[in-house]
Nanobody, 114 residues
Framework: QVQLVESGGGLVQPGGSLRLSCVASGSIARLYAMAWYRQAPEKQRELVANIARDGSTNYADSVKGRFTISRDAAKNTVYLQMNSLKPEDTAVYYC????????WGQGTQVIVSS
């Protein structure tokens, strides 16, 4: 059974940085386009960033220029480097394939607050 395990969240002040990691069981991080999603309280889950097999990336307008998605295929791991964090980035962050082929993991909580 495929598992997605996110980590790296926490409490950070506005303007700070965090690096999230997602370890995917099997080889899915190497075989599929991968993505980070987030869900803020009382809001729908939204796509934040995705990375294709060829390494090309796309970002939501709200995070463009601040977040960077990357992958280490050998480690079956996808990362999300988040800089210049804002209170509106507060959410639970999840990873999955871009087509959401697998069950969601537990996510990792990010709180941006002074």
């Amino acid at each position: 059974q495929v598992q997605l395990v996110e980590s790296g969240g926490g409490l950070v002040q506005p303007g700070g940085s965090l690096r999230l990691s997602c370890v995917a069981s099997g080889s899915i991080a190497r075989l599929y386009a991968m993505a980070w999603y987030r869900q803020a309280p009382e809001k729908q889950r939204e796509l934040v960033a995705n990375i294709a097999r060829d390494g090309s990336t796309n970002y939501a307008d709200s995070v463009k220029g601040r977040f960077t998605i990357s992958r280490d295929a050998a480690k079956n791991t996808v990362y999300l480097q988040m800089n210049s964090l804002k209170p509106e980035d507060t959410a639970v962050y999840y990873c999955n394939t871009l087509l959401i082929l697998y069950p969601w993991g537990q996510g990792t909580q990010v709180i941006v607050s002074s």
